[in-house]
């Protein structure tokens, strides 16, 4: 990025007009250049993580307190816990790398994972963003930076906005943020905001190339859409004969309807045409055989009969073909997991079985008459008045409590379960199967009916994530990231499938969770006829909020479950 062009706007001025213009007329070659600048960050990023990781950090661990919630001043005799903040930047830093290595491989829904887990493990440290460590900031960023990129890189242009929008949250003159955020903002049309973010990483970076392409090219953008607008209001209120061009849209349109219902009409004759042809040759071959004719309308029906028998022979030998399909994938399946027991057991063909190591130790019994191992020791009478008895002891359920000290009442308030943790620093738990199941479970729940049809979830093709529980300073986090295919299918009143297609959930995370979940909704597996497809379409479209919202379910029910 060092050559030069000095890129302004309406307050700024272009010292190289040929040189500006050729690098606008480059948009293409400049988003190639952007892909490798990105890889060059992370590559960077990969490198300086080291840096980061030698340099002892500084923390004040009384600042990092919640502000959502207010606390009163304990007294000093009563110490507070503490986080250690190398052990959670050092997972930070874990995450990061794994997400850089993951960039590089192009695996971006996993790099995308792993740099999520990272700004999570980092959030006890930096509360609404704004750390007063150094340190913790840069690694922040770092975070952010690459995840908003990786969200541009599959095309999911809001949550990469969002993602940069926070990253400026905690550096409001990041350079590489507002890039970020202005070319996502390019992406979805918000140009004048694109605009304002490049004029302040041009005043913060005049001599960065790529910002001065992306603000040449936005503003170049901006002024055809000003040209487009002007022309079509133009066009919109000019008169032609006293006659305003704005019904000529719909005056085309109707043309364009009336043209297409007399194609239909004309085809519609062809085939009767056609098919009249065929009943008179069939007439004159039945009566060559002594037979007697039948009417046109006989005939017909006879056909259309025989088209939807051939049609119903070619769903069912699909279905056989799908049910022999899915038999050969299990039996391929049972014949692995055979091949794997039989491995495994010829592995563990020197290992002892449990009554063969039994055979070779040693037992005894104690004097209440009990089997133990031979290496088990009992106290002496002498040495019990000495020491007490040590043995180990049932605890009394009805004891009465006692006080508890001011760590172990904070780690019972956070029910953060583990006796080990009682600082309530860092702990997490792996809920994948519970998720698993109760997100499949709400999914096939999603039922719809709209004006006599029904529509609703029939399988679900893939499901595939994790899940689980954090407690950090003694808080508690959910996170999950999921991506599933359903296949929908849509019924008449008869339950007679109708249509049928599929829909893809990409980003089911903690994250991006939203009323707004975005689905992808595929072409039509089986395509509805002509005279259902607009209800099939309004079927299908509430299905899609169905789905949204037994999403919204499952993340309710995940937070009543832990």
Known sequence: MNEESTVASNDMEIENPAAAATAATEVT?????????????IISNTNSSSNITNTE???????????????????????????DPIELISQALLHKDEGNNLFKAGNLIKASRSYRK??????????????????????????????????????????SKDVASKVLLVDQLNVKALYRRAVAS?????????????????????????VQKELLAVKKELELEKKTTKAALAKAFSSQGGKSFLYDDKEELEMKRAAEKKEKQLKDEDARTKRRGDWEDACVQRMSRGEEAISFDDYEKDLNDK???????????????????????????KAQEAAKEVEESDDSEDELTEKELQMLRGYKKTSDGRTTSYFSREQTEEEKKLLGNIAPRRLDATAAPQRLDSAASIASST?????????????????????TRTLTSHLKEAVVEVDHYTGKVDKIEDLTGDASVAFVSGKKQFV????????????????????????????????????????DVLAWKKAPTEGTSTAAIICREALVAQVRGQVLAFVKAFNAQY
């Open 29 to 41: 070659a400049d988003e190639e250049e952007d892909s490798n600048t990105d890889e060059e960050d």
């Open 57 to 83: 950090p500084i923390i004040d661990a009384s600042t990092i307190a919640s502000p959502e919630i207010e606390t009163e001043p304990e007294p000093e005799t009563e110490p507070s816990p503490e986080i």
């Open 118 to 159: 990272g700004t999570s493990i980092l959030k006890p440290l930096n509360q609404q963003n704004d750390s007063s460590n150094e340190q913790v900031k840069l690694l922040l960023i770092s975070l952010q930076t690459n995840l908003s990129m990786v969200c541009f890189k599959q095309n999911k242009y809001q949550q």
């Open 186 to 210: 390019r992406k979805l049309k918000h140009l004048d905001s694109a605009r304002e973010d490049l004029r302040a990483a041009y005043e913060a970076d005049p001599d960065n190339r790529a």
């Open 307 to 333: 088209e939807e028998e051939a049609a119903k022979a070619k769903d069912k030998l699909m279905q056989e073909q799908e049910k022999n399909e899915k038999a050969e994938r299990r039996a391929r399946k």
């Open 415 to 435: 029910k953060s379960a583990s006796v080990w943790n009682n600082a309530g620093t860092w702990e997490e738990k792996d809920t994948s199967d519970w998720c």
């Open 480 to 519: 999950f990231d999921y991506h599933a295919s359903l296949t929908f299918i849509i019924l008449d009143e008869a339950d007679e499938k109708v249509a049928s297609g599929t829909l893809k959930l990409l980003d089911i995370s903690s994250t991006a969770i939203s009323d707004e979940l975005e689905v």
